[in-house]
């Protein structure tokens, strides 16, 4: 067997996309240690190459994840699951500056779930089925499953998926707004992929600006989020890629951003 074939997670670079492939999918892409560790590198090292603009986190064809490994899991005390440091390995794709895509197909359970949802943009094909179980086996998320889900989709429908473990279909979850877009069934990779392609062609600074400001404004008082869109709107005018994206509107061209 190949290394890249044994490797939890495949790393591609397309022009200014880079695609994070999960890889485990004889275990259905449950997210053990080396995969969580796999995910947080891929994430540093494209999120640290100055040719791409834009991620994309894909768990193939068939599903996206199922979930944490629970072997890693079962036995342990408070403890023990502490020492693991589950959430050091999402701190990369949580903090990461670009924006990234999730390509949702199949199953997204769990920590599968919890991995989309710190994504962006979440694309979802007509087969996905998201949700967070962990209440079926005794426990509850852990990794953003309470948080971020409320924050996307309120506190109703966040308690009904928690409460009894029953995943929404890629329909319901885009009407609900968790999901940025439905794909037909199948497609979702290639939609993210378009999305990606379309998105890299923005200014790079302006794309890290409008992020900070969702992240970091979702949790603040309306005036102190305003004033930090503020901010972020007049340092803008400090950069190349604001002179040449309007000069090209006035000029009625297509403009070159050069991320300055």
């Known amino acids: 067997m190949s290394a890249e074939a044994e490797a939890p997670v495949l790393i591609e670079r397309d022009g200014a996309v880079g695609l994070i492939l999960l890889n485990r999918p004889k275990r ?75 390509a949702v197909n199949g199953v997204a359970l769990g920590a599968g779930s919890e991995l989309a949802l710190m994504c962006d943009i979440i694309v979802v094909d007509r087969s996905a089925k998201i949700g967070q179980p962990e209440v079926r086996v005794g426990i509850m998320p852990g990794a953003g499953g309470t948080q971020r889900l409320v924050r996307a989709i309120g506190r109703p429908a966040a308690s009904l998926m928690l409460m009894s473990g029953e995943p929404l279909s890629g329909e319901r979850a885009f009407q609900l707004g968790l999901a940025s877009e439905l794909a037909e069934t199948g497609q979702a990779l290639a939609r993210a992929k378009e999305i990606a392609t379309q998105v890299a ?31 972020e709107f007049l340092l803008l005018f400090g950069t190349a890629d604001q002179k040449e994206g309007m000069r090209a509107f006035l000029d009625k061209r297509s403009p070159r951003f050069t991320g300055r």
């Open 201 to 231: 062609q923005m200014p790079p600074k302006a794309l890290a600006a409008i992020k900070r400001c969702l992240l970091q404004g979702a949790d603040l008082p309306l005036d102190a989020a305003l004033a930090l869109e503020n901010r």
């Open 28 to 102: 259905r892409n449950a997210l053990d240690l080396a995969m969580r560790a796999a995910i947080a590198e891929g994430v540093t090292a494209l999120a640290a190459d100055e040719a791409i603009r834009v991620l994309v986190l894909s768990g193939g064809s068939e599903l996206f994840a199922a979930g944490a490994d629970l072997k890693l899991l079962a036995e342990q005390d408070p403890q023990g699951v502490a020492a693991l440091d589950l959430p050091g390995y999402w701190a990369p794709l949580a903090r990461c500056p670009k924006p990234v895509i999730a």
